[in-house]
């Protein structure tokens, strides 16, 4: 199987943008861009995201509270610099909660306590029970075919 090309027929399928955010020990706040995320179950309360077995973040995410930060369509040179690709003279602002750290200016953000780990492949599935949440009424960032869009865009597109 071409893994480029399934990777780009995966691609199809939009996608919002997140980054995962946490605290090590020393308070040091540590976070990564993820697309695959999504909700599990209601009762209780269960969120999945899904981290390369690669990623700096793996090891170090590993039984810790995180929080999943949606992006709102301004944030994209943020899930650029979570994503590895260093941003020249970004400046995130931080809010601090039980659970970690919040990205200020989110489109929502869901508090976790880790809930259990799965082998998935080359990835590892964390899920975390939802212990408290916000969110706003605003353009999100998207990812589809490679690219990052607004949300506003896509219902432009819809309506028209």
Known sequence: MDVRDLRNCLGSFATGVTVVTWSE???????????????????PPLILVSIDKNAKAYESLKNKS????ILSSGQEAIAWQFA????????????????????????????????????????????GEVKNYTYQEDDGLVFFKGKFRQTKAIENYVTD
């Open 25 to 43: 020990e020393d308070e040091v706040k540590k976070g990564i861009t993820v697309n695959s995320f999504t909700s599990v179950s209601l009762d």
């Open 66 to 69: 995180f929080i999943v930060n």
């Open 84 to 127: 590895g690709r260093e941003q020249q003279g970004l400046t995130i602002e931080w809010e601090e909660c039980e659970y970690g750290p919040k990205i200020k200016g989110a489109l929502a953000t869901i508090e976790c306590s880790p809930w259990k780990e799965y082998d998935g492949g080359d990835h590892v599935l964390f899920l």
